[in-house]
């Protein structure tokens, strides 16, 4: 069983940056695929970014080049690195765990047992 929290959201301006984290409780946390998803208000959830239990990133397009994502297994920790923030990345992040991540039709998506914090509100102003 897996615990996930977000932190780290803000209200910020166009141009500026946020790090979020992602903080877990399990002892098998290490051997799970990761992502960060958002949610805009009226739009569905979308993978951002996702890194494998080897280490392998992958990014959604619209934020390639802007946004890292990095993980510190001893202290079961996932981060986002947001720079360059744009007005349409205000969205609630969500972190989650899981089997398995995979792409399909170029969207990211989950398998297998996976786990899902409240997220963390962020918003960008123009």
């Known amino acids: 069983q897996v615990q996930v929290v977000e932190s780290g959201g803000g209200s910020v301006q166009a141009g500026g940056s946020l790090r979020l984290s992602c903080a877990a409780s399990?002892?098998?946390?290490?051997?799970?695929?990761k992502g960060w998803f958002r949610q805009a208000p009226g739009k569905e959830r979308e993978g951002v970014a996702s890194?494998?239990?080897?280490?392998?990133?992958w990014y959604a397009e619209s934020v390639k080049g802007r946004f890292t994502i990095a993980q510190d297994n001893p202290k079961k920790t996932l981060y986002l690195e947001m720079n360059t923030l744009i007005p349409e990345d205000t969205a609630m992040y969500y972190c989650?765990?899981?089997?398995?991540?995979?792409?399909?039709?170029?969207?990211?998506?989950?398998?297998?047992?996976?786990?899902w914090g409240k997220g963390t509100l962020v918003t960008i102003s123009s």
């Open positions: 989650a765990a899981a089997d398995d991540c995979y792409l399909a039709s170029g969207a990211l998506w989950l398998s297998g047992e996976d786990y």
């Open positions: 399990g002892a098998t946390y290490s051997t799970y695929c």
């Open positions: 890194i494998g239990t080897d280490g392998t990133t």
